[in-house]
């Protein structure tokens, strides 16, 4: 089962390199197919590794699902808004690749995680994530293609943008509750494992808390906001992600 977790993910991250190439190449059919048939074998990955350690939530898998849900918000973006696919879809092979090559050990499991609230837990904040990373893209795409995206482009953009906080927020803020949850169940106290992912998380919760009442007061410019967005992408990524992941592994990646 290992072995079909890891290869199913390899495979995935493989086939985005011909919908990268198809992309820049312009067959935006073949891209489309070809990223889409990537993003279904990460999700078959997805799958095998929450059914090897059912009913247990394995450590460290929060990666791979932020790279899953970041290729999803990147589908369903694409009837909305085509040009925010570019951004999205960069992202997912990125952090997909990320993910790949610095894994985390992402089998063990421990007997405190036989809960519902620690799947919960799990796939609300990792969306969470995924909402946060996908905004920053957005939001940099934006300031930096102002030549191609102007008026009501950029106005429809920027609405997608902070759509996307408010989910992830929304996410954040009920993966907060199934995590407190989770860990009174298990350790009959509202927190007690010690990681700097709770930390983290409870840090980023609070800066997009000041984004949603910086966005809601309309009291500065637009440009201002999408900074915001991306800083507050870059403590995502820093304090949410890059914990849940492990050293360079090179020896594991083509067996």
Same mark, same amino acid.
């Given at each position: 089962?290992?072995?079909?977790?890891?290869?199913?993910?390899?495979?995935?991250?493989?086939?985005?390199?011909?919908?990268?190439?198809?992309?820049?190449?312009?067959?935006?059919?073949?891209?489309?197919?070809?990223?889409?048939?990537?993003?279904?074998? !990460?999700?078959?990955?997805?799958?095998?590794?929450?059914?090897?350690?059912?009913?247990?939530?394995?450590?460290?898998?929060?990666?791979?699902?932020?790279?899953?849900?970041?290729?999803?918000?990147?589908?369903?973006? #694409?009837?909305?808004?085509?040009?925010?696919?570019?951004?999205?879809?960069?992202?997912?092979? @990125?952090?997909?690749?990320? @993910?790949?090559?610095?894994?985390?050990?992402? #089998?063990?499991?421990?007997?405190?995680? $036989?809960?519902?609230?620690?799947?919960?837990?799990?796939?609300?904040?990792? !969306?969470?994530?995924?909402?946060?990373?996908?905004?920053?893209?957005? @939001?940099?795409?934006?300031?930096?293609?102002?030549? $191609?995206?102007?008026?009501?482009?950029?106005?429809?953009? $920027?609405?997608?943008?902070?759509?996307?906080?408010?989910?992830?927020?929304?996410?954040?803020?009920?993966?907060?509750?199934?995590?407190?949850?989770?860990?009174?169940?298990?350790?009959?106290?509202? !927190?007690?494992?010690?990681?700097?992912?709770?930390?983290?998380?409870?840090?980023?919760?609070?800066?997009?808390?000041? #984004?949603?009442?910086?966005?809601?007061?309309?009291?500065?410019?637009?440009?201002?906001?999408? !900074?915001?967005?991306?800083?507050?992408?870059?403590?995502?990524?820093?304090?949410?992600?890059?914990?849940?992941?492990?050293?360079?592994?090179?020896?594991?990646?083509?067996?």
């Amino acid at each position: 089962m290992k072995a079909l977790i890891h290869d199913l993910f390899f495979s995935g991250c493989i086939l985005y390199l011909p919908a990268a190439a198809c992309a820049m190449a312009g067959w935006k059919r073949w891209r489309n197919g070809i990223f889409i048939s990537g993003m279904v074998l !990460l999700f078959l990955s997805a799958i095998a590794r929450a059914c090897y350690n059912w009913p247990l939530v394995c450590l460290f898998q929060e990666p791979y699902l932020i790279a899953l849900f970041i290729a999803v918000i990147a589908v369903c973006l #694409y009837r909305y808004d085509k040009s925010a696919v570019i951004a999205t879809g960069l992202l997912s092979v @990125a952090i997909a690749y990320i @993910a790949f090559l610095f894994p985390g050990d992402i #089998y063990t499991a421990f007997p405190k995680s $036989n809960s519902v609230f620690s799947h919960l837990f799990s796939i609300t904040s990792s !969306l969470a994530r995924a909402a946060y990373l996908c905004s920053a893209a957005l @939001a940099l795409y934006s300031l930096t293609w102002t030549g $191609n995206i102007q008026g009501e482009g950029r106005r429809s953009l $920027n609405r997608v943008i902070a759509n996307l906080v408010v989910v992830g927020f929304a996410s954040h803020s009920i993966g907060m509750f199934f995590g407190g949850f989770w860990s009174y169940v298990g350790w009959g106290m509202p !927190l007690h494992w010690e990681s700097r992912i709770f930390l983290g998380m409870a840090g980023v919760w609070f800066y997009y808390s000041l #984004y949603l009442h910086l966005h809601l007061a309309q009291k500065v410019g637009s440009n201002t906001v999408l !900074l915001a967005a991306c800083a507050g992408g870059i403590l995502t990524f820093v304090f949410t992600f890059l914990p849940d992941t492990g050293a360079f592994h090179f020896q594991g990646m083509i067996r």
